[in-house]
């Protein structure tokens, strides 16, 4: 039997990319997989591709186009999968765009759309999928759920390029870790992953270079890379994990460690509200010790 026979998963964006790659895994390892993807001729035609490609490989999938971000064409995908396969197991939010600008040149329609695909797409995508789960546990039926989204380093590192996607994919980080606080209680795991890999969105501009495939040997970029650990937070193996963040990429998963504040700087004049003075004193001294400089100019704008 494979690791996810009887469980249907859906995948944002999964026309191309990371997304494609996922979805073939899911199906691979059993799951029956709804393929989203946004609703243009290319775009249309790739995501065709992957229900194929899953298809000729004895996999079953379906493909329900539409805008990841839209609260109308998410209930779709939503109602789609239930109505197509019974049931909905393994939501997998993968989709977005880029487009790049620094903080004092970008204009309200790039920060907007870009925040809206990341963002809201995660959104509405999480709110069908936990809110599925809930109804099914509260009416004491069985439930399996999975949630997995799509964040990046942009999120922990900054991104001096991308403001909008970096704030959206911090947004998610903290919108998945309340999902796991509500969902564990149903045996529902909710994590986040941080993928590296040569896409259309990092195989043009700066990360071109960082992302090229070696002329021979084992491709660390190559989106296929990051789909395991995708299947594996799907499957019942994961179960206990949950709350967490994993930057994956080639060979290599790490955990990110949960942050936790340092020792707190105390008053140094007693109970007292704080001074200049006294913040001065308590910080600088800090500082001058543990300075650790801002980057200076672009960080590299992963993914
Ligand atoms: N490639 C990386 O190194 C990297 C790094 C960090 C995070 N990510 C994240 O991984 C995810 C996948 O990115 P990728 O690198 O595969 O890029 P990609 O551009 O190859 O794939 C993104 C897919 O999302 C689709 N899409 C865009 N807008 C959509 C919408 N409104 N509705 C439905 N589908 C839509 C695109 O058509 C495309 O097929 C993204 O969330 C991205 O931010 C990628």
Redesign the pocket.
């Known amino acids: 039997m494979a690791e996810l026979d009887g469980k249907v998963a859906i995948v ?9 790659e996922e979805a073939i895994d899911l199906a691979a390892n059993g799951a029956r997989v709804v393929i ?3 609703d ?1 001729p290319e ?1 249309k035609q ?2 065709e591709q992957t229900v194929d490609d899953i298809k000729a490989a004895g996999g079953e999938a379906t493909l329900v186009l ?5 609260t109308d ?1 998410a209930q779709r995908l939503f109602e789609t999968t239930i109505k197509t396969y019974g049931d909905m197991n393994i939501m997998v ?6 487009r790049d600008k620094t903080i004092f040149s970008m204009d309200d329609e790039e920060f907007d759309s870009v925040v809206r ?2 963002l809201r ?1 995660h959104f509405v995508n999480m709110r069908n999928a936990t809110a599925y789960w809930r109804g099914k546990a509260k009416s004491g039926e069985q439930v399996y759920g999975r949630l997995i989204s ?5 999120a922990i590192y900054g991104s001096a390029g991308q403001p909008n ?1 970096a704030a959206a ?1 911090a947004g998610i980080v903290a919108m998945t870790m309340g999902a796991a606080q509500l969902m564990i209680k149903y045996g529902i795991t909710c994590n986040v992953i ?9 195989m043009q501009g700066p ?1 071109a270079a960082m ?1 090229q495939a070696p002329d021979s040997g084992f491709h660390q ?1 190559d ?1 296929a890379n990051v789909a395991p650990l995708v299947t594996y937070l799907s499957s019942p193996r994961s179960s206990h994990i949950a709350g967490e963040v994993f930057i994956a ?1 080639g060979n290599q998963v790490s955990v990110l460690k949960r942050p936790e504040p340092l020792d707190p700087h105390v008053n140094p004049d007693g109970e007292s509200r704080w001074t200049l003075d006294g913040l001065d004193r308590s910080l600088s001294t800090y500082f001058d010790e543990n300075h650790v400089p801002v980057r200076d100019g672009y960080s590299l704008p ?2």
């Open positions: 944002t964006g999964a026309g191309r990319g990371l997304g494609r989203n993807e946004i243009r775009a790739a995501a539409g805008d990841c971000a839209s064409d939010n993968n989709a977005g765009f880029v695909v990341h797409g799509t964040s990046s380093e942009a996607y994919k941080m993928p590296r890999a040569a896409t259309d969105m990092t990360t992302f970029f989106p990429w992963i993914g």
